[in-house]
């Protein structure tokens, strides 16, 4: 089973400012990454697929890179709506896992 | 637009089986795509329990020692979950989800129902 791990645990961001949120797997998983955001009482909302590619509707400010182990997703400039959790999920293979998440707060 | 929406009971009893459905709406169930079920522990993250094609192609996590058994009704636009013997660690939220399909890989899921509460107590 490949483990995603997620740093940081929280991260606490000013308005405007940038966020930074890494996410590594146990093994290399090529680009077979996803990420979401979720909102407290909601369901988790896809954000991001194949590491680097914003799903469709997705605010240009939200961008993901990396390939392999080591994998980003950045918030350029930090809106009051982006509080939230993020997850990543990698399909290289079965099992699917997600990575434990990341909460991001506003400073 | 797709919409899909688990149903089924809030309250289990220990040792009991969970059986939730999942109705869709806006898309055919027969389409190019898997359907998914993902649950998620209080105050916890996000765990895969299974995929379903409507061909009949499942997988399983075998991290649920076979207690998962999943199933397609086309007829109704619906896919099922089963999962026995349940435990207190088995409360959490449910939620069934589609998920991309291409070049013979399963990928991201990209459309999720609200989730469905489930609590395993006496």
């Known amino acids: 089973e490949i483990v995603m791990t997620q740093s940081p645990a929280t991260l606490s961001v000013s308005p405007g400012e940038r966020a930074t949120l890494s996410c590594r797997a146990s093994?290399?998983?090529?680009?077979?990454l996803a990420w979401y955001q979720q909102k407290p009482g909601q369901a988790p909302r896809f954000l991001i697929y194949?590491?680097?590619t914003r799903a469709t509707g997705i605010p240009a400010r939200f961008s993901g890179s990396g390939s392999g182990t080591e994998f980003t997703l950045t918030i350029s400039s930090l809106q009051s709506e982006d509080v939230a959790v993020y997850y990543c999920?990698?399909?290289?293979?079965?099992?699917?896992?997600f990575g434990g998440g990341t909460k991001v707060e506003i400073k | 637009q797709v919409h899909l929406q688990e149903s089924g009971p809030g309250l289990v009893k220990p040792s009991e089986t969970l059986s939730l459905t999942c109705g869709v709406s806006?898309?055919?169930?027969?389409?190019?795509?898997?359907w998914g079920w993902i649950r998620q522990p209080p105050g916890k993250g996000l765990e895969w329990i299974g995929s379903?094609?409507?061909?009949?192609?499942?997988t399983y996590n075998l991290s649920l020692n076979s207690r998962v058994t999943m199933s397609v009704d086309t007829s109704k636009n619906q896919f099922s979950l089963k999962l026995t013997s349940l435990t207190a660690a088995d409360t959490g939220l449910y939620y069934c989800?589609?998920?991309?399909?291409?070049?013979?890989?399963?990928?991201?899921?990209?459309?999720w129902g609200q989730g469905t509460l489930v609590t395993v107590s006496s």
């Open positions: 989800a589609r998920q991309y399909y291409s070049s013979g890989r399963c990928h991201h899921f990209d459309c």
């Open positions: 806006g898309y055919s169930i027969s389409s190019n795509y898997y």
């Open positions: 379903i094609h409507h061909s009949g192609s499942i």
């Open positions: 194949d590491a680097s």
């Open positions: 093994q290399s998983i090529s680009n077979y």
């Open positions: 999920q990698h399909y290289n293979n079965w099992p699917l896992t």
